[in-house]
């Protein structure tokens, strides 16, 4: 139920979100502000207290970092929020004439808030970094000039999104963060996987499809990797970088 009713407000149809997953299609909503595998044996990795070093403030990024960091790429940011449930959308600088928060919708992240965790549901972006421009094709720069921008961090957008939503998450009093990396196949789990984990995060279980992993599977929707992060300590590892390129655009 309370999957249906996320998937309601956020997104306007009956078919929920993919937990986790990075697909790029394109961004149609403009809100303001699997096969079963077979049975296998659950794999439980050990799960410590997320923990973190007293935080120093100045250390953390604030969500001012993270604003200027995007404008300087040409994004903003808008937030919604119903309840533990939130949005969190970047979108293109509004054009000369428009309305501030309406700029074209290039991805969301969406979630729950609840106490001092983060539940990190869904991340969808229209499109990926297209990579270093000095070796794209001419083909590629076509599109990157068609499209109107560009990341400027290995990360890809992801990084902004996320980082925007910690710290929106962290000033409501999360502390620590979840999410599934979702397991649709095996390659592109690992990638997703990986690419977590250079974010802050670690695994902390396998969700599979064992009778075991019924209550994860009906939070998560899926099957694949549960991982976690303290936000702080994702808030501090990725300052210098998002600074970096705030003070690069301006």
Not at 66 to 83: I, K, N, W
Not at 186 to 198: A, F, G, P, S, T
Request: charged fraction near 25%.
């Amino acid at each position: 139920m309370a999957s249906a009713f996320h998937t309601s407000f956020f997104h306007g149809t009956a078919s929920p979100p993919r937990p986790g997953v990075l697909p790029f299609s394109a961004i149609t909503n403009t809100v303001h502000a699997r096969p079963v595998a077979s049975r296998s044996r659950v794999r439980s990795l050990s799960r410590a207290p997320v923990t973190c070093k007293v935080a120093n403030d100045q250390d953390l990024l604030t969500l001012q970092d993270v604003e200027q960091a995007a404008a300087a790429s040409g994004f903003s940011f808008t937030v919604t929020q119903l309840g533990p449930l939130y949005r969190v959308m970047i979108r293109k600088t509004p054009k000369d004439g428009e309305e501030e928060g309406k700029g074209q919708a290039i991805g969301y992240t969406a979630g729950t808030i609840v106490g001092n965790l983060m539940r990190q549901d869904t991340m969808r972006l229209s499109t990926v970094n297209t990579g270093n421009p000095n070796s794209m094709t001419d083909r590629k720069k076509v599109s990157v000039n068609e499209r109107g921008w560009r990341s400027n961090s290995v990360y890809g957008l992801s990084l902004l999104l996320g980082a925007y939503a910690g710290r929106y998450a962290y000033e409501q009093g999360c502390r620590r963060a979840e999410l599934l990396a979702i397991k649709d196949n095996e390659r592109q789990h690992k990638i997703l996987e990986r690419h977590y984990r250079r974010l802050g995060f670690r695994a902390v279980k396998d969700v599979t499809d064992d009778i075991t992993c019924v209550g994860d599977r009906m939070i998560w929707g899926g099957i694949g990797t549960l991982m976690e992060a303290s936000v702080e300590e994702m808030l501090r590892k990725h300052a210098d970088e998002i600074r970096r390129m705030g003070e690069a655009g301006g």
